[in-house]
């Protein structure tokens, strides 16, 4: 389970995330917080992996309280104003939820927590499955299997996925190639990366995949050739 604190400065909100927390079995809610200074003696004792952080509140906001703690621990922000949504996507959050919101809102962001927590925690040999990219102000879980291919522009990349809209994510290519398992993935061109599995043929350096033709670039030919040949 995901052991959990809730801070907020309004005991009514979180008397509802105790609520709706006990009505969700991945998480284990340890304890409640009105001020921010108690939640911070309470987590060097006692380290935990999820925060449910509301961001507006005295003498100190969530998100600054969150940047000032040197735990490396997950957190869903939840507040009444949507201008922070940027500044807490900038801070790596799961989720961001707008009061008042209900329980299958909540679920939902908790489901995100849930799936990045077992993301994290994956032993070393199990066979990766799926990636997590920040996008549209969350982390987005795509998985390996729906990727038709990555293509870059510019200072920021899209990932094609089949009957969605491509996913937009400010990341380098070189970022992109460190998350793929290379198993799987080639990156054919400078701005191209590609499933192995779903190139259906190679003819005069081009490429065609899902009906795209992608061209290959000079530099990474030989590399393509001798995985086509293995």
Do not use: W
Not at 7 to 35: H, V, W
Not at 120 to 136: C, R
């Amino acid at each position: 389970m995901i052991s959990t604190i809730a801070i907020d400065d309004e005991p009514l909100a979180l008397e509802l995330i105790e609520s709706f927390c006990s009505r969700i079995d991945t998480i284990k809610l340890e304890k409640t917080f009105t001020k921010v200074n108690e939640a911070e003696k309470y987590m060097k004792r006692f380290p935990v992996d999820l925060l449910l952080l509301d961001i507006n509140m005295p003498l100190l906001s969530g998100i600054e309280f969150y940047k000032k703690i040197e735990q490396n621990t997950m957190v869903i922000f939840t507040t009444a104003y949507s201008e922070y949504a940027i500044e807490g996507f900038n801070l790596n959050a799961i989720d961001y939820i707008l009061k008042p919101y209900s329980f299958q809102r909540f679920e939902q962001a908790i489901k995100k927590a849930t799936d990045y927590y077992d993301f994290l925690h994956q032993k070393s040999d199990t066979v990766i499955k799926f990636i997590y990219i920040k996008a549209d102000y969350s982390l987005i879980k795509i998985a390996l299997e729906d990727i038709l291919y990555v293509e870059a522009f510019a200072d920021y990349l899209k990932i094609y996925l089949p009957n969605k809209k491509a996913i937009t994510a400010r990341l380098t290519m070189k970022a992109m190639t460190e998350k793929l398992p290379t198993t799987k993935f080639v990156r054919v061109h400078r701005s191209f990366i590609l499933p192995i599995n779903k190139i259906l043929s190679v003819r005069n350096k081009i490429i065609t995949i899902e009906g795209k033709e992608i061209p290959i670039g000079a530099s990474y030919e030989e590399e393509l050739n001798k995985l086509i040949q293995k």
